[in-house]
């Protein structure tokens, strides 16, 4: 009895590119694009309380804020898990 072996073909060189665009990163940048859009459609000036001073400031700074602190705490809650 012969046995065949089968090689597969060269890749090409992108082996260490295949995880890159997946079906999750493609949604997380989606999500990423429309949050910015809302936040920058928001232009108006608003009112802000933290505790006690009451700070007057574009919408879209206090919207991006709150969106950069939230992403920061879900990088260190994802960097503790590991």
Avoid: Q
């Amino acid at each position: 009895m012969s046995r065949k072996t089968t090689k597969s073909a060269p890749t090409g060189g992108n082996s260490s590119r295949e995880g890159l665009v997946t079906p999750a990163r493609i949604l997380v940048a989606v999500l990423g694009v429309l949050a910015l859009v809302f936040i920058f459609e928001n232009t108006r000036s608003t009112k802000v309380r933290l505790i006690i001073p009451e700070v007057t400031m574009p919408l879209w700074v206090a919207l991006l804020t709150t969106a950069l602190i939230g992403a920061l705490c879900g990088a260190f809650a994802m960097r503790r898990r590991r």
